[in-house]
């Protein structure tokens, strides 16, 4: 039977077998269901995350930002990888989830890891999404941060995934010091990818699920023959006390991403904010008569700095970086009167709170921070000394010191010292002294300012009266009376002029709080360069 005997047109017959256009309702609805299945992700993907203690991308996300404030984007993108069976698997997202939400109301720019997708590993689309939300955080001028849960490089895409990588680590020094930049592992993160973590202002380690190394247990027992864990290489512990790569280490997940949310509210959003500030509190005419009681007069009678400093802040509430590695000196933010201030305090529990390299190198990048972002600095100093020995020489003790010393003398923010007892040798300039350029200097009535301490001072100067001496022991005592009293008391420095005043332990958080106050606005212009060159 032919078409005309059907009484049909060829035109009537196409418009029968042609399918109707879609509708707007239908492209919504199967755009609505594909956003969807995203963001479901694999089921089993999920299920074996979940078996390994960790949660995915979007609950992190979840965790970390404000309710109903993320906003994706690049969520249908897709590598074009060709070769070795890619191009059969293009899952969406690439194995990222990247974009912008809030945190207590301020914009932040962030990417979460998927190891549900080729086990996080980062290939170009990968790299491009991640890129592409680190430059609209330097562009917007919002802190930006990581969420690492990757396997490393993807080996079936080759070189670019090393190109991606080194894009992304352009990119974090482009940012350094203009963002706050924080790197948060959750997971494995190896390879090219740790160093993301070496690059940011902040690293978060969680648990025993974080693991951080350059290269894997297997590498290492092929290249040494040594057999190691993972936890024993790149393990939240070891990078919290040992390597000093984690800035924080915390149990879990929810705790850790509570803590990011804690350090963000004490962080400017970049370098021409300043940081949140709280309502002042009345903290200028504030006496602490406890802090005579936690400080001994004795100049080798041991206390936790710590107390002094939950008496000198608001609500005794200060929040350390590294505190378990280098523990002979603190470093922590913290606010004073409801202004943010960054603290570097030696600990005489540890070592005597004595500087060593790693002491150095830890006060050094954290006052490099504070000065980067116009966060005030105040320095609470006793000190005996540098820590002498072959090692501490072998490890470079000298440019360690250096670059503490270079941050002090480069960093232009309001600086206050203040001396508790002893300051003794290279360690007292090291620590903000008025030679290197602090604002304010202070002193408690038990400083002690010197080339070294009195015992060793009188030994050296007094060798041949003492070895003469009829009566050392006698002899040894009157000297050392008529050393402190000529040269280390009280009030010598301030007679010189060294320190500004000498004050009653008990008005400490009072002197500070003025002081800040008053130094509030300080402007200091640098003379013109392209840069320094730290002693790295």
Not at 163 to 189: D, E, K, M, T
Request: proline share 5%; charged share 25%.
């Amino acid at each position: 039977m032919s078409i005309s005997e059907l009484d049909i047109t060829a035109e009537e017959l196409e418009r029968a077998v042609r399918p109707a256009p879609p509708s707007m309702d239908r492209l919504r609805d199967d755009l609505g269901r594909l956003r969807q299945d995203i963001a479901d992700g694999d089921h089993r993907g999920v299920e074996r995350q979940r078996k390994l203690g960790k949660r995915t991308a979007r609950e992190r996300l979840d965790l970390l930002l404000d309710e109903g404030s993320f906003v994706e984007l690049d969520m249908l993108r897709r590598h074009r990888a060709q070769g070795l069976g890619m191009e059969r698997q293009r899952p969406h997202t690439d194995g990222v989830v990247t974009g912008s939400g809030t945190v207590d109301g301020r914009r932040v720019f962030v990417y979460a890891q998927d190891f549900t997708i080729y086990g996080g590993s980062l290939g170009e689309a990968h790299a491009l999404k991640i890129q592409k939300v680190m430059e609209l955080a330097l562009s917007t001028g919002a802190p930006f941060i990581g969420l690492n849960d990757s396997g490393g490089a993807r080996i079936q895409e080759g070189v670019m995934s090393l190109n991606g990588y080194g894009g992304i680590f352009q990119r974090y020094v482009q940012a350094s010091g203009v963002i706050p930049q924080i790197s948060v592992v959750l997971g494995p993160c190896a390879g090219g990818a740790a160093y993301s973590t070496a690059l940011a202002d902040f690293t978060f380690m969680a648990g025993d699920t974080a693991q951080l190394y350059l290269t894997g247990p297997d590498v290492v027992e092929a290249v040494t023959g040594e057999r190691v864990t993972h936890a024993e290489l790149g393990g939240a512990q070891v990078h919290g006390s040992r390597s000093g790569v984690a800035t924080f280490v915390h149990d879990d997940e929810e705790e850790c991403l509570a803590a990011v949310r804690e350090l963000l509210s004490m962080l400017p959003s970049n370098n021409l904010g300043r940081p949140p500030a709280a309502p002042p509190c009345g903290a200028a005419t504030d006496v602490r008569p406890r802090l005579a009681e936690i400080v001994p007069a004795e100049q080798h009678k041991l206390y936790d700095m710590r107390e002094v400093l939950a008496e000198l802040v608001d609500d005794g509430d200060f929040l350390e970086t590294h505190r378990n590695w280098a523990g002979n000196v603190i470093c922590a933010l913290a606010r004073i009167d409801g202004e943010v201030v960054g603290l570097v305090a030696n600990q005489p529990t540890v070592l005597a709170g004595v500087l060593d390299a790693k002491a150095a190198q830890k006060a050094a990048r954290f006052v490099r921070f504070c000065d980067a972002f116009s966060i005030p600095l105040v320095t609470l100093v006793d000190v005996p000394g540098f820590l002498p020995g072959k090692d501490q020489e072998y490890e470079g003790v000298i440019r360690h010191g250096a670059k503490l010393l270079y941050a002090y003398c480069e960093a232009t923010v309001p600086r206050i010292s203040v001396i508790l007892r002893k300051a003794y040798g290279g360690a007292y300039i090291v620590m903000d002294s008025r030679s290197i350029g602090t604002d304010l200097s202070l002193a408690w009535p038990t400083n002690e300012v010197a080339v070294m301490g009195a015992e060793g001072a009188v030994n050296i100067i007094y060798r041949r009266q003492l070895a003469a001496a009829a009566d050392p022991v006698t002899e040894r005592a009157e000297l050392l009376e008529r050393y402190k009293r000529e040269l280390i008391h009280p009030t010598y420095t301030a007679e010189r002029g060294l320190v500004d005043d000498v004050i009653d332990p008990a008005d400490t958080r009072a002197a500070l709080a003025r002081g800040l106050a008053m130094l509030r606005d300080k402007r200091k212009h640098s003379a013109p360069r392209k840069h320094g060159n730290v002693p790295l």
